[in-house]
């Protein structure tokens, strides 16, 4: 069993910049593949970003280019870094674990308001 709990979420002007956290629990960090999702209101979950067990990243086409997935095995932590980011990029980021099975954090909300 592996716990999540995301952190950093807030509110943001349009253009501004957020770094969101994604603590986990468990010995083999480094052996899971870890992701960000996301959902905004009256929306589906989105698929935001992953990073492999390699340090293989990939993103999302609303994201690329904008957002940088990162990870640091010896804190057993995940992160996003957010630029430039549009109202569109409100909603709630969920973490995400694969490794055995699937895990999901609670979420931490986004809003990118004026």
């Known amino acids: 069993q592996v716990q999540l709990v995301e952190s950093g979420g807030g509110l943001v002007q349009p253009g501004g910049s957020l770094t969101l956290s994604c603590a986990a629990s468990?010995?083999?960090?480094?052996?899971?593949?870890m992701g960000w999702y996301r959902q905004a209101p009256g929306k589906q979950r989105e698929w935001v970003a992953i990073i492999t067990s390699g340090g293989t990243r990939t993103y999302g086409d609303s994201v690329k280019g904008r957002f940088t997935i990162s990870r640091d095995n010896a804190k057993n932590t995940m992160y996003l870094q957010m630029n430039s980011l549009e109202p569109e990029d409100t909603a709630v980021y969920y973490c995400?674990?694969?490794?055995?099975?699937?895990?999901w954090g609670k979420g931490t909300l986004v809003t990118v308001s004026s």
């Open positions: 468990g010995s083999l960090f480094e052996r899971y593949v």
């Open positions: 995400h674990c694969s490794y055995g099975g699937t895990y």
